[in-house]
């Protein structure tokens, strides 16, 4: 009987929440405070200079420059925000396209731009210590195999995601999706054959082999970890 119902990864994933919008909101606040400072200092006292009462009034400088340094760190923490959660939309349409034309309606599109996410950050250009490139850090030899070259976004997602379908094949035994998921996540970061060998061991012990967390503590710390941050991407973004 399986003691994981197909929903396990939800618990891999334990998301934070997270809202996007709210240091633009915050930073616009701050913008509209300077811009009423201005207003007030350049209409309503006659061109009067506020800048020595402020200099005056320590708490009023405190909150001036408060409120400087406020908006400066929030339009950061925005734009960091977008891109360390996954915001930026720039290839959803490949993830989308590809994602569908490779899987149909059996994996949602955004679960390969949370391996992306994982694998480069959505940085098109990365390349790795050992030679892999690209938003799907695609190995040499592998990219080779595909046809593409994984430095181009277009033929990292396709390339990526088609690696993605080879590996889903295999994984082809009656199992929760789920489980099919992070075997064929595992199998891309570690290689299949590494799985493969961890699903005889515990095949050896008499383990249901159908089931990722059967091979949990064979798994090496990277790809345990890999999945984790996939499922972790996935309920950011709503890829359940």
Same mark, same amino acid.
Request: hydrophobic share 45%; charged share 15%; glycine share 10%.
């Given at each position: 009987? /399986?003691?994981?119902?197909?929903? +396990?990864? @939800? #618990?891999?994933?334990?998301?934070?929440?997270?809202?996007?919008?709210?240091?633009?909101?915050?930073?616009?606040?701050?913008?509209?405070?300077?811009?009423?400072?201005?207003?007030? =200092? #350049?209409?309503?006292?006659?061109?009067? /200079?506020?800048?020595?009462?402020?200099?005056?009034? =320590?708490?009023?400088?405190?909150? +001036?420059?408060?409120?400087? +340094?406020?908006?400066?760190? &929030?339009?950061?923490?925005? $734009?960091?925000?977008?891109?360390?959660?996954?915001?930026?939309?720039?290839? @959803?349409?490949?993830?989308?396209?590809?994602?569908?034309?490779? +899987?149909?309606?059996?994996?949602?599109?955004?679960?390969? #731009?949370?391996?992306?996410?994982?694998?480069?950050?959505?940085?098109?250009?990365?390349?790795?210590?050992?030679?892999?490139?690209?938003?799907?850090?695609?190995?040499?030899?592998?990219?080779?195999?595909?046809?593409?070259?994984?430095?181009?976004?277009? @033929?990292?997602?396709?390339?990526?995601?088609?690696? @993605?379908?080879?590996?889903?094949?295999?994984?082809?035994?009656?199992?929760?999706?789920?489980?099919? &998921?992070?075997?064929?996540?595992?199998?891309?970061?570690?290689? $299949?054959?590494?799985?493969?060998?961890w699903q005889r061991a515990a095949a050896a012990d008499g383990c249901n082999v159908n089931l990722y967390t059967c091979l949990l503590p064979?798994?090496?710390?990277?790809?345990?970890?890999?999945?984790?941050?996939?499922?972790?991407?996935?309920?950011?973004?709503?890829?359940?």
């Open positions: 009987m /399986d003691a994981h119902p197909v929903g +396990f990864l @939800d #618990k891999l994933a334990s998301p934070l929440p997270f809202l996007p919008w709210l240091p633009v909101v915050l930073l616009l606040a701050c913008v509209a405070v300077g811009v009423l400072l201005w207003g007030v =200092n #350049k209409y309503l006292t006659r061109g009067y /200079d506020i800048g020595p009462e402020l200099r005056r009034n =320590n708490q009023a400088v405190a909150i +001036f420059w408060g409120l400087v +340094f406020g908006a400066v760190v &929030l339009g950061m923490m925005s $734009l960091a925000g977008r891109a360390a959660f996954g915001q930026t939309a720039e290839y @959803d349409g490949q993830f989308r396209r590809w994602g569908v034309e490779r +899987f149909g309606t059996a994996v949602d599109w955004r679960q390969f #731009k949370a391996q992306a996410m994982t694998e480069s950050a959505l940085r098109p250009h990365v390349c790795s210590a050992v030679g892999a490139c690209g938003l799907m850090q695609i190995m040499p030899a592998t990219a080779r195999q595909l046809g593409i070259d994984p430095l181009r976004p277009r @033929d990292a997602i396709l390339g990526g995601i088609s690696y @993605d379908r080879q590996l889903w094949a295999q994984w082809n035994a009656e199992r929760p999706p789920g489980h099919r &998921l992070a075997l064929m996540w595992a199998s891309y970061n570690a290689g $299949l054959g590494s799985v493969l060998n064979r798994v090496w710390p990277e790809p345990r970890q890999y999945v984790e941050r996939i499922a972790r991407w996935c309920a950011r973004m709503g890829g359940w």
